[in-house]
């Protein structure tokens, strides 16, 4: 069974301060990585990591993925209190059942003023 | 372009009741997915859809839980009859073949069983 566990459940930071969130990953023919925003509602897209080492990036959030040693991170720079909300990390594995995500438990991001 | 469409946003019912939710996907996405969403639990994937056709339940918690798909613009998630412990937020979201990665979540149901 696809397994994602992330790091740390919680965080409570000041605004300028930089995180980095954990995620780390257990899946059967690993096809892809992907993180996700959830404010007030419902998840968004943030980023998608198929290959090693290639950084991904948008604004003051980036994004990097090791296949060998089944993780990936999350770094948010210079926060902001609208960095605010659960981030999520989802593996998709092959197999039969190749559209299915696997979620972690999210990691709850506060940052205050 | 209208995103993921759910409804109702919010029911509350009575143990032993018929729910019914309801998804309508983006237009011209290949893909549906129903999700549940609680404290304990995350959020965990409960069936999903391609092309109308359902390709894996086994999210499914039990036989109380069943989804149809009769259309490429409608979804529906039911649970009969309820229990407390169905209490969760419920999401529909939708994605297109070559890019099913990239879902599109709708607003979620928040479903309270009494």
């Known amino acids: 069974e696809d397994k994602v566990v992330q790091s740390p459940l919680s965080l409570v930071v000041h605004e300028g301060d930089t995180v980095t969130l954990n995620c780390s990953y257990e899946?059967?023919?690993?096809?892809?990585l992907l993180w996700y925003k959830q404010e007030k509602k419902a998840p968004t897209f943030l980023f998608m990591l198929t290959s090693s080492g290639i950084e991904k990036k948008s604004g003051r959030l980036s994004s990097i993925l090791d296949k060998k040693e089944l993780f990936s991170i999350l770094n948010i720079t210079a926060t902001q209190t609208g960095d605010s909300a659960i981030y999520l990390c989802?593996?998709?594995?092959?197999?039969?059942?190749?559209?299915?995500?696997?979620f972690g438990q999210g990691t709850i991001l506060t940052v205050h003023p | 372009d209208a995103g993921v469409i759910q409804s109702p946003r919010h029911e509350v019912t009575e143990m032993g009741q018929e729910v019914t939710l309801r998804c309508k996907p983006i237009s011209g996405h290949d893909y549906l997915f129903w999700y549940r969403q609680t404290m304990m639990r995350g959020l965990e994937l409960l069936i999903y859809f391609n092309n109308n056709v359902p390709i894996d339940d086994s999210g499914m918690p039990e036989d109380r839980f069943s989804a149809k798909m009769p259309n490429a613009s409608f979804s529906t998630l039911k649970i009969q009859p309820s229990e407390p412990r169905d209490s969760a937020v419920y999401f529909c979201?939708?994605?297109?073949?070559?890019?099913?990665?990239?879902?599109?979540f709708g607003p979620g149901t928040r479903l309270l069983v009494l």
């Open positions: 979201a939708s994605s297109l073949l070559d890019r099913m990665e990239t879902q599109y």
């Open positions: 989802a593996v998709r594995g092959g197999g039969t059942s190749y559209g299915k995500l696997t």
């Open positions: 899946v059967t023919n690993f096809r892809s």
